[in-house]
Nanobody
Framework: QLQAFGGGLVQAGGSLRLSCVASGHSFSRYDMGWFRQASGKDRESVATISRNGSKIRYADSVKGRFTISRDNAKKVVYLQMNSLKPEDTAVYYC?????????????????????WGQGTLVTVSS
């Protein structure tokens, strides 16, 4: 089970940190990802991180502004979001991809992630 926290209302240029806590998982065996869906739009990939944190991928739209990280001991994955823009407004979801080994290529494709948490809403005002 995955639970995401940390969403809220922030002004453009501000920052938020999202957290996703896992329970009932062998957390360190899963690649983790953050994805988002704005109202009326398709789900979009944001960032993913490999099971041991050695590989990270970002969507072009967030590169240089967002940072994904994880703490396997605490079973938490984070998304630090800086320089937020109104177009970052969306419901943000965390997700896990099982069945990976250390040499599995890290995917940004949401279809590869089978376990999903509830979303947390991020609203960026202009």
């Amino acid at each position: 089970q995955l639970q995401a926290f940390g969403g809220g209302l922030v002004q453009a240029g501000g920052s938020l940190r999202l957290s996703c806590v896992a329970s009932g998982h062998s957390f360190s065996r899963y690649d983790m990802g953050w994805f988002r869906q704005a109202s009326g739009k398709d789900r979009e990939s944001v960032a993913t991180i490999s099971r041991n944190g050695s590989k990270i991928r970002y969507a072009d739209s967030v590169k240089g502004r967002f940072t994904i990280s994880r703490d396997n001991a605490k079973k938490v994955v984070y998304l630090q979001m800086n320089s937020l823009k109104p177009e970052d407004t969306a419901v943000y979801y965390c997700a896990a991809r099982g069945g990976v080994i250390l040499t599995t290529p890290l995917s940004l494709d949401s279809a590869d992630y089978g376990d999903w948490g509830q979303g947390t809403l991020v609203t960026v005002s202009s």
